[in-house]
Each structure stands twice: as C-alpha cells, then as structure tokens.
C-alpha cells in the first residue's frame, strides 16, 4: 500500500514536519501503527513520474531538505535555516518540539539500522539535545523495549550497540553539532541502560 502525496513549491519543510508529526504515536505507545507508517513506501507525485512511479522510503520525505542544506553551506549562510524552518512548522499547542526531536532521532535510528535506500538527516536534533529521550528512558524496562524495539528496526539491543561503534568510528558517520561538537546518540538512546530492568 502507498500513500500519493503532491508538493507544491517551497513545501518541503511543511510536508517533512507532516511526517514526523505523525510518528508522535510512539509517544502514545501506538508502535504497531507507528510501524505501519514506517513500513510503507511512498509515491511522491512531484518526483516518480520523472521516475517510472517509483516508490520511496520515509526517507523521500527528508531529500527535499538535504539539497536545501548544500544550498546554504554552498552560500554560506551561518543560520540554520533547516532548523528554524521546522521549528516554524511544528509551532503546535499540542506537540511540544522535545516530541518532534525524539521522533526525527527514531526515524534517524531507523534509518541508519536497516540501511534504507537515503538518508534520514535528524535536523531537529540540532537543537543541541543532552539526555535521553522519553521512549528511550522507558526502555530500560524489558517489557517496554521488547514492544518498541521494531519501532527503531532491531530485534536485539547489541544491533544498536554495533551501529553506536560504528559511528563513534567512523567521521562520515557523525553528525556535527557546530564546530566542536558531535550528536551522542547512544546517550539520547539511553543504550547503557537499555533493557536492563525486569
């Protein structure tokens, strides 16, 4: 099943926060639905038919910006505009953005764990975050990450750990928080304590 999605010009934030607005239901333990969501490819009407109606990933929905991103760099603007774009377009009453933030960091795991066909780049995440997040911290029950594990694309917490390796490693791998720092995300993951109570 797939979902056929028009954009219009200058949308892209907009429709990138739509997506990551609705992983949300994780925070209401919705993860079967959540799943379903993540599962799903995607036509995106403005880009298959150049393309033989392929189907994307959720990944489709961050391509947009990634160019947007090399544009900045390459013109040298010193403001993160990715960043106050999405924080223009998740200005909800309902949804605080520390939701957005944990929801962009799954898609982000998510990604990175089953090698999806682009790159999730978590922008939000570059608001400087310093401590677990909500699902994370409630996964030290066993109980509670076994039902969201699938949320993030593993079955064990030692794949978690592998990728966590990796990307201490690995440089491309690392996602730079300004000059002197780098995302942690084992520490937003709460790994160390991952699946550690009855």
């Known amino acids: 099943m797939c979902h056929s999605i028009k954009f219009k010009p200058g949308d892209s934030a907009f429709q990138r926060t739509l997506f990551v607005q609705s992983l949300i239901l994780i925070k209401n333990l919705k993860f079967s639905w959540a799943n379903?969501?993540?599962?799903?490819?995607?036509?995106i009407a403005a880009i298959s038919e150049y393309e033989d109606d392929k189907l994307?990933?959720?990944?489709?929905?961050?391509?947009?910006l990634e160019s947007m991103q090399v544009r900045a760099q390459r013109l040298k603007i010193e403001t993160n505009?990715?960043?106050e774009l999405i924080q223009?377009?998740?200005?909800?009453?309902?949804i605080n953005f520390k939701d957005i933030m944990q929801a962009d960091f799954v898609l982000y795991?998510?990604?990175?764990?089953?090698?999806?066909?682009?790159?999730?780049f978590p922008f939000s995440l570059l608001n400087f975050p310093n401590q677990p997040f909500e699902m994370f911290s409630r996964s030290k029950s066993i109980k509670f990450f076994n039902d969201f594990k699938k949320t993030?694309?593993?079955?064990?917490?030692?794949?978690?750990?592998?990728?966590?390796d990796e990307y201490d490693k690995d440089q491309f791998k690392q996602i730079k928080l300004g000059y002197?720092?780098?995302l942690e995300p084992?520490?937003?993951?709460?790994f160390e304590r991952l699946a550690t109570v009855e």
């Open 56 to 64: 994307y990933s959720f990944t489709v929905f961050n391509n947009f």
């Open 180 to 182: 002197f720092h780098k």
């Open 152 to 164: 993030i694309g593993i079955e064990r917490k030692e794949e978690l750990g592998k990728f966590f």
């Open 109 to 120: 795991l998510r990604d990175e764990l089953l090698k999806l066909n682009g790159r999730w």
């Open 36 to 43: 379903e969501i993540l599962n799903r490819n995607y036509y």
């Open 186 to 190: 084992q520490v937003l993951a709460n």
């Open 81 to 83: 505009i990715i960043l």
């Open 88 to 94: 223009q377009r998740s200005n909800r009453s309902d």
